[in-house]
């Protein structure tokens, strides 16, 4: 079956220092690769998503990512987090055959001032 | 263990039928929500609950409704079918207002 591995639970870092966030899936075919952020009391807003091409997207707020089909990662990054960065972070796979999505577990991020 | 459910997994049905898609929890969560996925969209808000009898409107609301009779349960229904409503469909639920978001497994609905 079909999964989304995000290896970081929990991180906490101080403003200004530097984001990755892993994010690996099991699936040998075409994907659609997407990350979600839920900030506290908010809903779930899109942060980025790959589809295809330049394997290195930028998003929202100073986010990217980038896709390395080899070793079926599209891990988050950000050089300079800022404590408004606080919040939970979701990868999510859609296998280019359907309209399944397959949604990571969360990783929570904390900034500290 | 505890968990959320969707059903059903996949539904085709015609335009101008009144679909109902069920969301299950049994985390005792008294948030839940309900989200569309569309490619180019990401996940949009249709409604959501803060608790028993509690229903409120997300961005994309029109032609939803929920109901909420207990904690368990946030049943989604379409009240005449679009084929604009084809989308896949994400159930979710959270402990408090930060608390970890938990998600169904989708239900996939084809209007045709």
């Known amino acids: 079956a079909q999964s989304v591995s995000q290896h970081n639970h929990h991180v906490i870092l101080s403003e200004a220092a530097s984001l990755e966030l892993g994010c690996n899936y099991s699936?040998?075919?075409?994907?659609?690769l997407f990350w979600y952020v839920q900030y506290p009391g908010q809903h779930l807003q899109l942060l980025l998503k790959?589809?295809?091409?330049?394997?290195l997207v930028k998003g929202i707020k100073g986010f990217e990512a980038e896709f390395i089909k080899s070793k079926f990662s599209f891990n988050l990054r950000k050089p300079s987090v800022q404590w408004s960065d606080t919040a939970e972070y979701f990868c999510?796979?859609?296998?280019?055959?359907?309209?399944?999505?397959?949604f990571g577990t969360g990783t929570s991020l904390t900034v500290i001032p | 263990d505890a968990e959320i459910t969707q059903s059903p997994r996949h539904k085709i049905t015609e335009t101008g039928r009144q679909v109902t898609l069920a969301c299950h929890q049994t985390?005792?969560?008294?948030?839940m929500f309900w989200y569309r996925q569309d490619l180019g969209h990401g996940l949009r808000l249709i409604h959501y609950?803060?608790?028993?009898?509690?229903?409120n409107k997300g961005e994309v609301s029109d032609g939803y409704s929920v109901s909420r009779s207990n904690t368990e349960d946030l049943p989604l229904t379409l009240e005449s079918a679009a084929s604009s409503q084809t989308s896949v469909y994400f159930c979710?639920?959270?402990?408090?207002?930060?608390?970890?978001?938990?998600f169904g497994s989708g239900t996939q609905l084809s209007v045709l």
């Open positions: 699936y040998g075919g075409t994907v659609n």
């Open positions: 985390w005792n969560h008294n948030n």
């Open positions: 979710a639920s959270r402990e408090g207002v930060n608390g970890k978001l938990f």
């Open positions: 609950s803060y608790g028993v009898q509690d229903t």
């Open positions: 999510a796979v859609n296998p280019n055959t359907g309209n399944q999505f397959y």
């Open positions: 790959y589809f295809s091409g330049d394997p």
